[in-house]
């Protein structure tokens, strides 16, 4: 039963990894988006976080 433990673990902590490097993407992106420097309100850290979490739950493609 521990080997079975272990492996859940070393998948999961793989899993965790590949979030965080696709977390890091999309911060990445939202910061440096075309046209972001030229819009005040693409600016704002609330407008930024909205922006990841919405690409998170939705994708990237058009909404509607």
């Not at 939202?30 to 994708?59: E, F, K, N, Y």
């Amino acid at each position: 039963m521990p080997a079975l433990w272990e492996e859940i673990d070393a998948h999961a902590v793989q899993l965790l990894d590949r979030a965080r490097q696709v977390y890091y993407a999309l911060l990445g992106e939202a910061l440096s988006r075309p046209g972001a420097d030229q819009d005040p309100a693409a600016q704002d850290p609330d407008a930024q976080a909205t922006l990841v979490i919405d690409t998170l739950l939705h994708g990237a493609g058009p909404r509607g």
